[in-house]
């Protein structure tokens, strides 16, 4: 996934033996998630999606139709905020596995990404697992995927027996139980700069947390900060205060969506979505020359003091 992960469990005495099977249990569910819906590797069977002609049936792996049924979920509880085809746009930016352009593109090259992009323009048939492209889309899992394999991870963790854990990949989270001696584990929301300064610390049990932020993947060009966080209804990178926002939900892959959605929406709207829904979300935005902070109130809960 092009990304750093960490299991971490806590066990009593463990056999050699029984962390190798963990390892490898652990290790196997990352890799299944990654072949099936990498954007990197042209062998994955999202790869093969996206260069399926249009109005074939192609029928995916049960893993793969239940990551897109919930992203055409979440998709249509925002309106479009959240859309897995904005792939063509996010790769002319620069910030798919094609690199970097070597300028802004133009609202032309724009337009012309754009009319490529809307998560209704593809089908699920439930009972045959079946996805049917209306359009020449290119779908893109990144922003859901990682959170899903920490989600998978875990299962192979609980099937193991494994209780006590915290599974960790490209800074999306799942953690249960407790950490050695009983404590629990902490978690850190960093402040939304290059030095990995804490800015919250939380604590969650059996959740998935995810954090979605513009100060780490972006590039300048004249003096314009372009954030890899790209709004499908615009196909421009976001333009607002928001700095960052912190998620957690009963799964890490929900987790991973919904932080994604709400970065785009934006402090004022993305609040009020969150607050509607009943999102478990914390929100960093820039405040002239300081960072500020709101929560809705059921992420209260979550916060050590």
Request: proline letters at 5%; charged letters at 25%; aromatic letters at 10%.
């Amino acid at each position: 996934m092009g990304t750093s992960y960490s299991v971490k469990i806590v066990a009593d005495n463990p056999s050699p033996d029984y962390l190798e099977n963990i390892k490898v249990e652990a290790i196997a569910a990352m890799t299944t998630v990654d072949s099936l819906m990498s954007t990197y590797k042209n062998d994955s069977e999202l790869s093969k999606l996206n260069r399926w002609p249009i109005q074939t049936p192609f029928k995916v792996d049960p893993l793969t139709f239940d990551v897109l049924s919930m992203a055409q979920d979440i998709s249509q509880r925002s309106t479009g905020s959240f859309d897995v085809t904005v792939g063509p746009v996010v790769n002319l930016w620069g910030f798919g596995p094609e690199g970097r352009p070597e300028k802004v593109p133009s609202r032309q090259e724009i337009e012309l990404a754009e009319a490529r992009v809307g998560y209704q323009y593809f089908k699920l048939e439930r009972e045959t697992r079946n996805v049917v492209k209306e359009k020449n889309v290119y779908i893109d899992l990144s922003a859901i995927a990682k959170g899903y394999a920490v989600d998978k991870v875990a299962e192979s963790l609980e099937k193991t027996g494994v209780r006590n854990y915290l599974v960790e990949i490209g800074g999306e989270l799942r953690a249960s139980g407790v950490k050695p001696g009983g404590s629990p584990w902490v978690l850190a929301v960093e402040k939304p700069v290059l030095d990995r300064d804490a800015f919250k610390k939380l604590s969650i049990n059996g959740q998935g947390l995810a954090t979605s932020g513009d100060y780490r993947n972006y590039f300048e060009e004249n003096g314009v900060r372009y954030s890899h966080t790209i709004d499908p209804k615009t196909g421009q990178p976001v333009q607002h205060r928001l700095a960052s926002v912190t998620v957690i939900a009963a799964t890490c892959a929900e987790a991973d969506a919904l932080a994604t959605t709400l970065l785009v929406m934006g402090e004022i709207t993305g609040y009020e979505f969150a607050a509607a829904e009943g999102i478990a979300a914390y929100f960093i935005y820039r405040d002239r020359e300081k960072f500020s902070e709101k929560m809705t109130g059921n992420f209260s809960r979550y916060i050590l003091q």
